[in-house]
């Protein structure tokens, strides 16, 4: 999808989406396919939730930090009529073998963008501190 541009992008976001109503790994799908995203140096604010671009423009835009690939699979879970009332949260630590934060999204007891095309365990988060940045009741912009 990320070779793409304009409404093939928005398309094929929206096959994959619906592909995710049936999946038996839905998780770890979405956790592959963000995997592909084009990354860039952190650019997105985590403490101004409300300057995050609405899911459309994530999906278009092509800077793609990895609070951004966090709210790319939000987006993508919380589009569909199967994750759509799911409790998801976005977590920041700083690891000890990175020097920028870290974001990790987590739904139910999933934990996604820990590594990339990898699903694990929320147990994972108990090696190292953890803030939420923001958890489904504070939803930033209204994505339904």
Not at 3 to 25: A, P, V
Not at 89 to 114: G, Q
Request: net charge negative.
């Amino acid at each position: 999808m990320f070779d793409l541009y304009g409404n093939e992008r928005l398309t094929k976001w929206k096959q994959f989406r619906d592909s995710l109503e049936i999946s038996q790994h839905a998780l770890s799908d979405v956790a592959e396919f963000w995997s592909h995203a084009p990354f860039v140096n952190p650019f997105l604010n985590p403490h101004e939730p409300t300057t995050w671009p609405d899911p459309w423009h994530l999906v278009l835009d092509s800077k793609l930090d990895d609070l951004a690939i966090c709210l790319g699979m939000l987006y993508t879970i919380k589009l569909t009529q199967r994750f759509m009332n799911t409790v998801c949260e976005i977590h920041k630590s700083m690891l000890p073998e990175d020097h920028d934060s870290k974001f990790f999204l987590v739904v139910d007891n999933a934990v996604l963008n820990y590594e990339p095309r990898i699903t694990h365990d929320s147990s994972v988060l108990q090696q190292f501190q953890t803030d939420i940045v923001w958890s489904s009741s504070a939803l930033p912009i209204n994505i339904k």
